[in-house]
């Protein structure tokens, strides 16, 4: 090798930085034991910035655009200036690339219920979550605040701070709010900015901003859902005295209608039903006035027997997938997905009053779906 491709070998001409992985907020541009040759062209694409750092103190911040690294602080042509160093320049001089695009749907959630004061329920307990985006507006304070010397940084470094700045502001907001919990859901909207403004003003420390936050549901815990679906019940009941007649008269119904063995039985309430109607619409009489009463004692009767309870509530499942949330899917629905591979041990779900995102496998409910082997096959 002549000593002019040893020297070739040993400059940088050109300096820049393409990305395609959506999740590196700062690149290091690795020299990989080379020189920066004087007036090498910079190259900082739209959504960058340079942060050139000298000697270990930050130098210069380039914003998009072409450069020419004529300055005096690069080192100019340090290999053949120091040949009593073995080629080996003293000087280190770095680049760092900045990505200041914004990063979007970042996860966030509450780890603990959020005490509130309720003016209908009283205090209540609640949790929330949603997506945010971040973007870095500083890169110089950025590097120093944040990253230090590393070589690659990604948003899951830094994510975990921003949760926890999050649900600290959030739990404030919402706390003291004074807004009803039954009419949170029309004024998320307001709430998000709310938070997204508090948030940005501890992150403007770390040079970052958050340029949206959204909070996707705020829920209860399931035992004051669960009193909140009985009050809307019997809201839609109207009069309970019709409402135990009509579900009288569909838990006969459905008797009668029963193959194997039901029907007959069945057919005998019905018609005793039937016949208890017919007599209550002939009291009434024919314009609907109550007919005189009987002079004689009327016969005993039995009492009705009570109607079924209400069947249990079956929770609904949202999945984590690709950085989106898809649902809600019933348990049976799981289940198919599991046997077509297509819900595994290790996604994410959540449903209403889980403590944030879970794998399957940790959910007791849920577990059970990979435990479950088919038979034995018949022999031949």
Excluded at 111 to 124: A, Q, S, Y
Excluded at 217 to 240: H, Y
Excluded at 304 to 327: I, L, Q, R, S
Excluded at 348 to 375: I, S
């Amino acid at each position: 090798m002549g000593i002019f491709d040893f020297l070739s070998g040993q400059f940088i001409d050109v300096i820049h930085w393409v990305d395609d992985s959506r999740d590196t907020m700062v690149w290091r541009f690795e020299r990989e034991g080379h020189e920066i040759k004087y007036g090498a062209k910079l190259t900082v694409r739209e959504g960058q910035a340079a942060v050139f750092v000298h000697e270990g103190q930050l130098a210069d911040v380039f914003t998009p655009g072409l450069y020419m690294l004529e300055t005096n602080n690069m080192p100019i042509m340090t290999t053949l200036q120091h040949w009593d160093h073995g080629f080996k320049s003293p000087f280190k001089s770095e680049i760092y690339f900045v990505n200041t695009t914004r990063f979007n749907d970042l996860k966030w959630g509450t780890k603990n219920p959020i005490m509130c004061r309720d003016p209908e329920f009283g205090p209540v307990r609640l949790r929330a979550f949603g997506t945010y985006s971040v973007r870095v507006t500083e890169p110089a304070r950025f590097l120093t605040e944040i990253v230090g010397t590393d070589g690659e940084f990604t948003t899951d470094e830094v994510t975990f701070q921003i949760r926890n700045i999050i649900v600290q502001e959030a739990s404030r907001v919402l706390a003291g709010s004074g807004i009803p919990v039954l009419d949170m859901a029309a004024n998320t909207a307001d709430l998000g900015k709310l938070v997204a403004a508090q948030v940005t003003k501890t992150l403007s420390e770390y040079g970052l901003t958050m340029p949206e936050m959204y909070i996707e549901n705020i829920s209860l815990p399931p035992a004051v859902e669960a009193a909140l679906d009985k009050r809307t019940s019997m809201g839609l009941a109207g009069d309970l005295g019709k409402f135990t007649q009509y579900s009288a008269a569909e838990a006969m119904t459905a008797a009668a209608s029963t193959p194997n063995g039901g029907g007959s039985m069945g057919a005998g309430l019905g018609m005793g039903m039937g016949m208890a109607m017919a007599q209550q619409m002939g009291n009434a009489g024919p314009w609907g006035a109550q007919a005189p009463a009987q002079t004689t004692a009327p016969a005993p009767q039995t009492a009705a027997a009570a109607p079924p309870p209400p069947p249990p509530v079956e929770h609904v499942w949202h999945v984590a997938e690709n950085g989106e949330t898809k649902g809600p899917f019933s348990k049976a629905a799981l289940g198919r997905m599991a046997t077509a591979g297509e819900l595994t041990r290790e996604t994410y779900v959540w449903t209403a009053g889980q403590d944030g995102w879970k794998r399957a496998e940790d959910v007791t409910e849920l577990a059970q779906l990979f435990t479950v082997l088919p038979p034995p096959p018949p022999m031949g």
